[in-house]
C-alpha cells in the first residue's frame, strides 16, 4: 500500500478538504431541525411573533445555501483527488509497461493491459471518489447517533452493540466471498478485450474465410462468461441488503420488546423510546452506507491487485547493473563469444547454441538460413532485445549488458521482421528515427530506402494520413517506410531482418545499392531468404538449427559449407531450367 | 519532458480523441484502402432502429431515442422489470407501514386502560406484524436486487453481442480508419457504464418517483397552502437541475471520447511495444500519453463535477424548500388555524421530500455516462455496414464438393474493364481485364503498389468496384451471396495473422469440420508439419499474441496451410512464401503444385521464380496491364516483365 502514497500525496489537501466540506453539511442537517424548534418553541409558543419566525426562515435559507455551498465544495475536492490520483497512477502505470523487456510483454495479453489501465483504474477511481464524499457522514452520523443512544438509555443501547459485532462478520464474509469473484470478473472482461482485440486485427482474415459467424460464437462464449461470473459477483453483493435490513429490523424489534416492557414497567417514556427507535434506524442506515462502501472495495481491491501484479512484474532485462553507462557504440564492431539462449527457461532445446563469430566495423553480413533456425533471434541479442543464457555478446568489445539501453539502442537499428508502422502521417512515423529531422533528410534517407517515389505519388505526399498499422499501404510499401525510419536513426549497426522480403528484386537491388554508398561506415546485418541479397556481401553467416555452420564468404562457403551450396542450388536450380 | 508542441497536442486529439474531426488530409497510397468517406462519424445516416447518435452534447430527441432503445433490449426480460417493479412498490409500501405501525405500538404502551398482561400481549401482536411487514420488505428488496443484476446483465450481453456482430459485418474501410482501442472501450467501458446504470438507477429511480409522489400526496392532505409553498419550488429545481444536467451531458460524452482515446492510445503502443523498445521511443510514448491522460482527466474533473453537484444542490434546494414551508406554517400558526402538530408533521414530511430528489439527482451522474456511453455504442450500430445481397443473390460451391442449393462452379474467374478507386479520383485499378480459365495458375507482377494486392481484394469484394464487372463462371460476383463468394475463394493474405489458441485450431480456421488427419495433412502440404512436430506440444501449442513464438516464415507456413485445408475451388496467395526459405519453399513447391491442382489460383509474388510456372502472367504498371502471356512469351517479348527478370537474374 505504501506505493500509493505517493498518488495521494500531491492531492493531500484535496483529500483532507473534501471531507471536511462533506462536515459542513452534516453539521447543516443536525442544525436545521434546531431551528425549527426554535420556530416552534419561540416563534409560536413563545410569541415572539411573525418577526422572529422570518429571521428564523431567513437563517434557515442561509444554513441550506451553506450546506449546498458544502456539498458542491465536498464533490469539488473529492472528484479533484480521486481524478488526481488515477491519472497519476494510470500514467505510472503505463511507464512500467514501457519498461517492459521483450519477455515481459510477451506475458501479458494486449487485451489484459488495456482492461488494466482504464477499466480496473476506473474502479479505482469511482471507490476514492464515493469514499471521500461519504467517509465522514456515514461514520459520523453513526458515532453521534450511537452516542445519542447511550445518553438515552445504555441498557439498551447494549442491544445495539450486540447486533454490531455479528454485522461485522456478516460485511467480513461477504467480502471475503465477494472479493475473488470480482477478480474473476476482470479476467474474464480481459479475455473479451483480447478476443474483441484479435478480431479486429485480423478482420481480414476473418472475412476472407467468412468466419463471422464462428468469431460471433467465441465472442458469445467469452461474453456470456463474463455475465455469469458478473451475475455470481453480484449476487454474492446484493445480499449485503436483505442481511443489513435484517439485522436493522431485528434489532428494531427488539428495542421496541425490552423497551415496550420497560415502559409498562414505568422505567422509560414512550418519547424516548420512539427516540430511541428513530436513533437505531440512523445507526443501522449509516452502518449499511458503510458497508456497501466496503463492499464496493472489495471489487476496486480486485482492481487493485491486478495493477499491482503489473507493477510487481519484475523487468528481467534493465541497464541498471551496467557498468559503463556512459559508453556510445562508436564503431560498430560486434562480437558473439560461446553465446547460448533460449526464450523459456524450461524449453530443453536451445534456439542458438554456442555462436562465436567477429563483425568488424563498416562490414556488410549476410545472415541466411532455413525458416526458424534461429536467425532473428541472433540478430535480436544485439540492440538486447532479449539477453543471452550463457555467452557474451559485444559492441565495440564492450557487453552488451554494460551500455544504458537507450544508448545501446541508439547506436543498433533493427528492422523487425514483423514491423508496425502507427496511425499518423507518413512524416511523423519516419520521425520516429529521428524526432529533428528536416524535410530535407527525410526525403534523403526515404529516397534511400526507395520510399520517396510512392510517397510523393500520393496527393498529401509526406502528409498522407496512415491507418492503424499503416493499413492502407502495401506490404512492399510498408517495408521500405520501416527501412526508411531505421535509416534515419543514422546508427553504427544496422539489421534488417528479412525487411525486404515484399519488395520486388529491382527495388531491392537499389536499396542495397545506396546501402553501400550512403553508409559506408555502417556495419549492415541483412537476414535474407535470397542468395541474391547476400551474394556480395563481405561475410556470410550460415545458420542451421540454432548453430554456426559456415562464415566466409560466397566463393568460400560454395566449397565449405554444404548447407550453403544447397540453398545455392535450390535457387540457382530454376534459374537454369528458366 | 513538456516537449510536446502544442500542434502535436492538437494532432493527437484530432486522431484518438474526437473521431467526427478525424478527416486527414486524405492521400492514399495505391497498394491498399484509404479513407474513402472524410470524417468516420459524418453526417446523419439512417441506421436500423434509431436516428444516429451523433454525439453533439446530447439533443433531447436523440437522448430519447438512447433511452428508447436500450429499453428495446430489455424486451424479453420485460415481465421481469415488471415485477421488479412491483416488488419496489411492495417494499416502498412496508417501508412506510414499518415506521406507521411502530406508533400505535408504542401508544399501546402507554394506554391507561390496559393491563400490563393485556399491554404485553398487544406489544407481542405489534411485534409479530411487525416481524411480517419487515420480512415482506425484505423479501422483496431482495428480489427486485436479484431480478435486476439478471436483467442488467442480459441487456448487456445482448448489446455486446449486437456490438460484435455489427463489427463483423462493418466495410474494411471503416476498420482502416478507426482505431481498435477506441471500438474496444466502447465494448468495455461504454457497456460498463450501461450496466451500471440498469444495476441500480432503474430501480433507485423508480422508488425515488414512488417516494416522491407518496409524499407530495400526504402533503397536500395536511395542508394543501404549505403544500403548494413547497411545490412552488418546483421550478427552480427543474430549472437548476436542467441547467447542471445540460452541462454534464457535454461534459460526459467527450469524458467517455476521451477514454475511448486513452484506450486507443494504450491499445496502438501495446501491440508496437516492440517497434517501441527498438526506437527507444518509449519517452516520447509516455510522453504522449501523459498527454491524453491529463485529457481524460480534466474531461472528467469537469463531467463529474457537474454530475456530483448535482446532488447537494438539488437535496439542498429542497432545505430550502423546508425552510420556507418552516416559515410560512409558522406564519400560519400564528395567523390561521394551522395546529401545532400539523405544522411538525408537515415540515417531517417536506424533510422527506427532499430525500428522493437529492437520490435522483444523485442518480444523474451515473445516467449520463450511460447515456453517454450507449450513445457511442449505438453509433457504431448505425454505421453502415457492407453493401447487403441483393434479394436473389444465390450461393455457389465447388463442383467437387457440393452444396445444397448452391450453384456448383468450375472455377473460371473474368474481369471485365475493371476500374477502382479506393479515394475517388485516384484510381488504382484502370480498365483490367483478365480472363482465368478453370484451374489455370494466374499470376500478376509488377512493382510494389502497382495495385496487385488490390486486384484480389476486389475479387472477394472486400471493396466494390466502380466501373465494370467480375465474373466468377458468367456470373456477376455482386449477384453472389457475399459469405459464399468469400467461402470459395482461399486467401493467403500479405500480412500474416495468427488467432491465440493451439496450432490446430489455427488450421482448422480454414474449415472448421476438418478431421485432425485433414490437419495434419494440410500442414503437410504447406511443409510446416516438420516444425510444428518440433514444438513443445506439436499440434497442441498454444500460439499466444498472434503466434509471437513463430518466425515470419513460420507463420506463413501456417497461413498456407490454413488456406490448403479448405476446398475453395479458387485460391489466392498474396507473397504467400515472402519469408520462407528457399529450400523450404523449394519443398512447398511440391505442396503448393497438389493444392493449386484443380483450383484457379492468382499468386502475387515478387520472387520470379515462383510465378514463372504459371499459366498466364500479368503485368501490372500503375494499376493498368502492360504485358501479358507465359513466361516464355514475355521473354520473348523483352519488355518490362523481361527487363524485372533479367535484372533480377543480373543480380545474381
Not at chain 1, 163 to 189: C, E, H, N
Not at chain 2, 351 to 373: D, K
Request: aromatic content about 8%.
Amino acid at each position: 500500500m505504501r506505493r500509493y502514497w505517493k498518488y495521494v500525496k500531491p492531492y493531500l489537501s484535496a483529500f483532507i478538504i473534501g471531507p471536511v466540506f462533506m462536515i459542513v453539511e452534516v453539521i447543516g442537517e443536525v442544525v436545521m431541525p434546531l431551528l425549527l424548534s426554535k420556530i416552534i418553541d419561540h416563534g409560536i409558543i413563545g410569541g415572539r411573533g411573525v418577526p422572529y419566525i422570518i429571521t428564523m426562515g431567513i437563517t434557515m435559507v442561509l444554513t441550506a445555501l451553506c450546506m449546498m455551498a458544502g456539498g458542491v465544495g465536498g464533490a469539488y475536492f473529492a472528484i479533484e483527488a480521486s481524478t488526481g490520483f488515477a491519472n497519476d497512477l494510470r500514467k505510472d502505470l503505463f511507464k512500467q509497461i514501457q519498461r517492459f523487456s521483450f519477455k515481459n510483454i510477451d506475458q501479458y495479453s494486449p487485451g489484459s493491459l488495456i482492461t488494466r489501465l482504464t477499466n480496473d483504474i476506473t474502479q479505482i477511481q469511482n471507490m476514492i471518489q464515493m469514499l471521500l464524499r461519504i467517509a465522514l457522514r456515514a461514520p459520523g452520523m453513526l458515532i453521534g447517533a450511537l452516542i445519542m443512544a447511550f445518553v438515552l438509555n445504555p441498557r439498551l443501547a447494549l442491544v445495539i452493540l450486540c447486533v454490531m459485532p455479528l454485522l461485522a462478520d456478516a460485511i467480513f464474509l461477504i467480502m471475503k466471498t465477494a472479493f475473488p469473484l470480482f477478480s474473476t470478473m476482470q479476467r474474464k472482461l480481459d479475455a473479451v478485450n483480447t478476443i474483441t482485440q484479435e478480431n479486429l486485427t485480423n478482420i481480414r482474415v476473418v472475412k476472407s474465410f467468412v468466419r463471422e459467424p464462428y468469431e460471433e460464437e467465441k465472442f458469445k462464449k467469452a461474453n456470456t462468461e463474463l455475465k455469469e461470473s458478473t451475475i455470481k459477483a453480484l449476487k454474492v453483493v446484493i445480499l449485503n441488503m436483505p442481511v443489513m435490513i435484517t439485522a436493522m429490523n431485528l434489532t428494531t424489534l427488539a428495542v421496541v420488546w425490552f423497551g415496550g416492557n420497560q415502559v409498562i414497567a414505568g422505567n422509560m417514556t414512550s418519547g424516548v423510546l420512539t427516540a430511541f427507535v428513530n436513533y437505531v434506524g440512523q445507526i443501522l442506515f449509516s452502518l449499511m452506507i458503510v458497508s456497501m462502501i466496503i463492499l464496493n472495495s472489495s471489487r476496486s481491491l480486485a482492481s487493485l491487485k491486478r495493477i499491482n501484479e503489473v507493477f510487481a512484474t519484475e523487468i528481467d532485462l534493465t541497464d541498471e547493473k551496467a557498468l559503463d553507462k556512459g559508453a556510445i557504440v562508436q564503431y560498430g564492431k560486434i562480437e558473439f563469444k560461446g553465446v547460448y539462449f533460449k526464450y523459456y527457461k524450461n524449453n530443453e532445446k536451445w534456439v542458438l547454441e554456442d555462436i562465436n563469430f567477429v563483425i568488424n566495423p563498416g562490414e556488410t553480413v549476410g545472415i541466411i538460413g532455413s525458416t526458424g533456425c534461429g536467425k532473428s533471434s541472433l540478430v535480436q541479442l544485439v540492440p538486447r532485445l532479449y539477453d543471452t543464457d550463457r555467452g557474451e555478446v559485444l559492441v565495440d568489445d564492450v557487453n552488451v549488458k554494460d551500455y544504458s539501453l537507450e544508448n545501446l539502442r541508439n547506436g543498433v537499428g533493427i528492422v523487425l521482421q514483423k514491423n508496425l508502422l502507427f496511425s499518423g502521417t507518413i512524416k511523423e512515423n519516419l520521425k520516429w528515427g529521428d524526432e529533428d529531422a528536416s524535410n530535407d533528410e527525410i526525403y534523403r534517407w526515404a529516397e534511400s530506402a526507395q520510399a520517396h517515389g510512392f510517397i510523393s505519388s500520393f496527393p498529401a505526399g509526406y502528409d498522407t494520413e496512415l491507418g492503424q498499422g499503416g493499413v492502407n499501404l502495401s506490404g512492399g510499401q510498408k517495408q521500405r517506410l520501416c527501412i526508411a525510419r531505421a535509416l534515419l536513426k543514422k546508427p553504427k549497426i544496422l539489421i534488417f531482418d528479412d525487411s525486404t522480403s515484399a519488395v520486388d528484386t529491382v527495388t531491392e537491388a537499389k536499396i542495397r545499392e545506396s546501402f553501400e554508398n550512403e553508409l559506408p561506415g555502417t556495419t549492415k546485418i541483412i537476414i535474407a531468404q535470397r542468395i541474391s541479397s547476400v551474394i556480395d556481401v563481405d561475410k556470410i553467416i550460415v545458420l542451421d538449427d540454432g548453430k554456426v555452420t559456415g562464415i566466409g564468404a560466397h566463393e568460400e562457403l560454395m566449397k565449405s559449407c554444404k548447407v550453403y551450396s544447397e540453398i545455392y542450388n535450390s535457387q540457382m536450380d530454376k534459374k537454369v531450367t528458366a | 519532458m513538456g516537449r510536446l508542441s502544442e500542434e502535436r497536442k492538437e494532432v493527437l486529439l484530432r486522431r484518438y480523441g474526437s473521431i467526427s474531426a478525424a478527416a486527414g488530409p486524405g492521400g492514399m497510397g495505391p497498394g491498399g484502402p484509404g479513407r474513402r468517406r472524410p470524417g468516420g462519424f459524418g453526417g446523419p445516416r439512417p441506421g436500423p432502429g434509431g436516428p444516429p447518435g451523433a454525439i453533439d452534447g446530447g439533443k433531447p430527441q436523440n437522448t430519447l431515442a438512447t433511452i428508447n432503445r436500450l429499453l428495446a433490449y430489455i424486451g424479453r426480460d420485460r415481465l421481469k422489470v415488471l415485477f421488479v417493479f412491483a416488488c419496489v412498490l411492495v417494499s416502498s409500501l412496508t417501508n412506510m407501514a414499518g415506521s406507521y405501525i411502530l406508533r400505535p405500538v408504542i401508544n399501546n404502551l402507554v394506554a391507561v386502560d390496559r393491563s400490563a398482561e393485556e399491554k404485553i400481549t398487544s406489544l407481542v401482536i405489534g411485534l409479530l406484524v411487525m416481524a411480517g411487514i419487515y420480512l415482506a420488505g425484505v423479501v422483496c428488496s431482495y428480489l427486485q436486487q436479484r431480478m435486476m443484476v439478471g436483467v442488467s446483465q442480459n441487456v448487456l450481453v445482448k448489446i455486446r453481442e449486437d456490438l460484435f456482430r455489427k463489427v463483423q459485418k462493418l466495410p474494411l474501410e471503416y476498420h482502416d480508419t478507426h482505431t481498435h482501442g477506441d471500438l474496444m472501450s466502447r465494448f468495455t467501458n461504454d457497456l460498463d457504464a450501461v450496466g451500471e446504470m440498469l444495476n441500480q438507477t432503474m430501480v433507485r429511480v423508480f422508488s425515488g418517483v414512488l417516494m416522491l409522489i407518496g409524499t407530495v400526496a400526504l402533503m397536500f392532505i395536511i395542508n394543501w397552502l404549505l403544500a403548494i409553498v413547497t411545490i412552488i419550488t418546483v421550478p427552480l429545481f427543474v430549472y437548476v437541475g436542467g441547467m447542471i444536467g445540460q452541462q454534464s451531458r457535454k461534459y460526459f460524452a467527450s469524458q467517455q471520447q476521451a477514454l475511448g482515446a486513452v484506450n486507443g492510445y494504450i491499445e496502438e503502443t501495446v501491440a508496437g511495444q516492440k517497434v517501441i523498445k527498438v526506437f527507444c521511443h518509449e519517452g516520447t510514448a509516455i510522453e504522449e500519453f501523459q498527454f491524453l491522460s491529463d485529457d481524460l482527466r480534466k474531461k472528467q474533473m469537469k463531467a463529474q463535477f457537474f454530475g456530483g453537484i448535482m446532488g447537494p444542490v438539488m437535496g439542498n434546494l429542497s432545505q430550502v424548500s423546508y425552510a420556507l414551508s418552516a416559515t410560512v406554517g409558522g406564519i400560519l400558526c400564528l395567523t390561521s388555524r394551522l395546529d401545532l402538530g400539523g405544522l411538525t408533521i408537515f415540515t417531517n414530511y417536506s424533510r422527506e421530500f427532499s430525500r428522493p430528489v437529492s437520490e435522483l439527482s444523485m442518480q444523474m451522474n451515473i445516467i449520463y455516462v450511460a447515456l453517454a456511453g450507449a450513445e457511442r455504442v449505438f453509433t457504431v450500430m448505425d454505421e453502415k455496414p457492407e453493401i447487403a445481397d441483393p434479394p436473389d443473390a444465390i450461393a455457389i460451391c465447388s463442383e467437387a464438393d457440393r452444396v445444397v442449393g448452391a450453384r456448383p462452379i468450375k472455377g473460371e474467374v473474368v474481369l471485365n474493364d475493371v476500374t477502382f478507386a479506393y479515394v475517388p479520383g485516384k484510381t488504382v485499378l484502370k480498365k483490367i481485364n483478365v480472363t482465368a480459365k478453370p484451374g489455370q495458375r494466374i499470376a500478376f507482377v509488377g512493382s510494389t503498389g502497382a495495385g496487385k494486392t488490390t486486384i484480389t481484394n476486389v475479387i472477394n469484394r472486400f471493396y466494390e468496384i466502380e466501373e465494370g464487372e467480375i465474373l466468377i463462371d458468367g456470373i456477376n460476383i455482386k449477384k453472389i451471396r457475399k459469405d459464399s463468394l468469400r467461402s470459395n475463394i482461399a486467401m493467403v493474405l500479405q500480412d500474416t495473422h495468427l488467432f491465440s489458441g493451439t496450432v490446430r485450431e489455427n488450421i482448422r480456421y480454414g474449415r472448421l469440420d476438418a478431421t485432425d488427419e485433414q490437419v495434419v495433412a494440410a500442414a503437410k502440404i504447406a511443409c510446416a508439419h516438420s516444425f510444428i512436430e518440433r514444438l513443445p506440444q506439436g499440434y497442441d501449442t498454444v500460439l499466444e499474441g498472434d503466434g509471437a513464438n513463430l518466425s515470419q516464415g513460420e507463420r506463413q507456413l501456417l497461413n498456407i496451410a490454413r488456406a490448403a485445408i479448405s476446398k475453395a475451388p479458387i485460391l489466392i496467395l498474396d507473397e504467400a512464401t515472402s519469408s520462407v526459405d528457399t529450400r523450404t519453399e523449394r519443398y512447398i513447391e511440391r505442396g503448393m503444385d497438389q493444392l493449386m491442382k484443380n483450383r484457379t489460383t492468382f499468386v502475387i509474388a515478387h520472387r520470379l521464380s515462383t510465378v514463372r510456372n504459371a499459366d498466364l502472367i500479368i503485368v501490372l504498371e500503375h494499376g493498368e496491364v502492360i504485358e501479358e502471356g507465359t513466361h516464355e512469351e514475355l521473354l520473348k517479348m523483352g519488355g518490362r516483365y523481361y527487363q524485372l527478370y533479367t535484372g533480377a537474374v543480373e543480380l545474381e
